[in-house]
């Protein structure tokens, strides 16, 4: 099946730092990717959509100026937590699609931990 | 996307097979259902997926009911790697939205 691959699977950062995760999509052209966030015992939340060559859509409540996106390519995208703060540690997951009715593959996530 | 409803959690014994229920009474007719897992501090695994009838692959089968407004997943062989929260979710594929994840249930599958 389609594999896609995000990294780095942990991070520890000091409050007020950046921290940027990569997820790409390794043997098909990802047209969208999703980013959800998951505390401890929770499900996942949507955070973001981003579509290869465009803005993000970021849901209610996420900060865009935070949580920056940026899908310049077919096969990769980018989290960027910006000056992140102990309330921001959290499972970061994206996901793909290659075309609009594809299923859904995940990544295999990122914990951040914020000091 | 409907909302679906999933019991919290479920115990099943290795070996025997584990049914997992799905409600997903408001369904419509453009919505597929969608089975996932998520095993601890990973990211979710597609299982199956089905719009009318009933599905198998190499992981599980999906029994969708004739009004699809519930469905089941069935591990036939449970084994302890297949303890995992399950999700079924809902989604319109030529609405190429998102995937929204509600509770799940936490399948716990003991020796």
């Known amino acids: 099946g389609a594999v896609v691959s995000q990294h780095p699977s942990w991070v520890i950062c000091k409050s007020g730092t950046s921290v940027k995760i990569e997820c790409r999509s390794l043997?098909?052209?990802?047209?969208?990717m999703f980013w959800y966030r998951q505390f401890p015992k929770q499900s996942l939340m949507l955070m973001a959509t981003?579509?290869?060559?465009?803005?993000?859509?970021?849901e209610q409540g996420v900060e865009k100026d935070k949580f920056l996106i940026n899908h310049a390519s077919l096969t990769l995208s980018t989290l960027t937590v910006t000056s992140a703060h102990p309330e921001d540690s959290s499972f970061y997951i994206c996901?793909?699609?290659?075309?609009?009715?594809?299923?859904?593959?995940f990544g295999s996530g990122t914990q951040l931990s914020v000091l | 996307d409907a909302k679906t409803t999933q019991p919290t959690s479920m115990d099943c014994a290795e070996g025997r097979a584990a049914n997992l229920p799905c409600n997903h009474s408001?369904?419509?007719?453009?919505?597929?259902v969608y089975w996932y897992r998520q095993i601890h501090s990973q990211g979710p695994q597609y299982i199956i997926h089905?719009?009318?009838n009933n599905e198998t692959n190499e992981m599980a089968s999906l029994i969708i009911t004739e009004d699809r407004k519930s469905s089941t997943l069935i591990l036939p062989h449970a084994t302890l790697r297949d303890t995992a929260v399950y999700y079924c979710i809902v989604r319109d594929n030529n609405a190429g939205n998102m995937l929204t994840f509600g509770g799940g249930t936490r399948l716990m599958v003991k020796p």
């Open positions: 408001t369904i419509s007719g453009n919505e597929y």
């Open positions: 996901s793909a699609r290659g075309g609009f009715n594809e299923k859904l593959f």
């Open positions: 981003s579509n290869e060559g465009s803005k993000a859509t970021y």
């Open positions: 089905g719009l009318k």
């Open positions: 043997d098909f052209q990802a047209t969208t």
